[in-house]
């Protein structure tokens, strides 16, 4: 039987705020005793100590929140742990609560104050900053904004592929700015990792996926002319045209990146047609490809796009249009 105490109703608030997860020291502050902490903790008992300090207020196993969450308050020394002053979620968790493809929740990366001497636990792993960043709740657990996330990911991960896949895939996800991720990456030191530093010279550039990133090491490798990346069409009167992924100015000519996934409905199908349609009726010729044939038969691509290029210099001269570099 568990026995009531004049503290479970201030638990019960806490369970609900914090995903059934409380720190220790929040317990107290509750006014439950440690030893009844303990006993309630202890094999067959209702609660679970998750991590040194961390209570799990319920019997059955965390769900992926919850672990994230728990390793927050692992961190945190306040007890707003929620408030995001003292530990918070960031790396490649905090970009799977963002909803960036490729990520996992398998780890859990926190960032505390430089000071802290606590140690890595389990899945925890602790960055120490004296870089302090803004903080959101992302479904109930403290974050640093995708483009510190990013960063911080990008410092760690040892993986090529996966610091360039997940960084532009954080750009095309959340919508930030490829010079705020250049900053960051500056402000972080990832760009120790080379890596990181390959990602870089792609964002400068203009890519804003791992297709068009793979796209422009084809064109590099085959010495093509460079294109202009993501940049805007307008019409001669100013309207917009489109906004294609690589596009050679000298000589009308397009890539187009498609995605399978984009292309699985068919009002995205038609979307896809029509803005080739508009291209075309400018004077612009577009060649489509998928990820796909960009990683496996980049021979193919090349081939393409010098074809192209070489039929436009016939042209007498190239579309009528206004062209804005992607920034």
Known sequence: MLRTTAADPAIARLARAQQRLAT??????????????????????????????????????????QRLLAAVLYGATDLNALSGTTAVLTGESALALYGVP??????????VPATRGLRNRRYVHLHRTSRWPPTLLVDGIPCVRPVRAAADFAAHERSPDRVRAILTATVQKTSC??????????????????????????????????????????????????????????????????????????????????????HLGITEYRTTLRRR??????????????????????????????????????????????????L
């Not at 490729?102 to 960032?111: H, I, Q, S, Y």
């Not at 044939?293 to 796009?305: F, G, K, N, S, W």
């Not at 007498?316 to 062209?323: C, F, W």
């Open 24 to 65: 220790s020291r929040q317990l107290r502050a509750t006014g439950l005793a440690p030893s009844t902490t303990a006993h309630r903790c202890a094999p067959n008992g209702p609660w679970q100590r998750l991590l040194p300090g961390v209570v799990l207020l319920q019997t059955g196993a965390p769900d992926p929140r």
């Open 102 to 111: 490729g990520t996992t929740t398998n780890r859990a990366a926190v960032l």
């Open 177 to 262: 700015h490829p010079e705020d991720l250049r900053a960051e990456l500056h402000a972080s030191r990832a760009l120790r990792n080379p890596a990181a530093r390959t990602v870089l010279d792609d964002l400068r550039a203009g890519t804003q996926s791992m297709a068009e990133a793979q796209a422009r090491d084809t064109l590099l490798r085959a010495s093509l002319p460079h294109p202009l990346w993501n940049p805007t069409l307008l019409t001669p009167k100013g309207t917009f045209l489109a906004r294609p992924d690589a596009y050679w100015p000298h000589a009308g000519v397009a890539l187009e990146v498609d995605s399978e996934e984009y």
């Open 277 to 326: 349609l508009c291209l075309e009726a400018h004077g612009v010729d577009v060649i489509s490809a998928v990820p796909a044939l960009i990683r496996d038969h980049p021979q193919e691509l090349v081939a393409a796009i010098t074809t192209k290029l070489h039929q436009s210099k016939s042209r007498p001269h190239p579309p009528d249009l206004i062209i804005r570099p992607y």
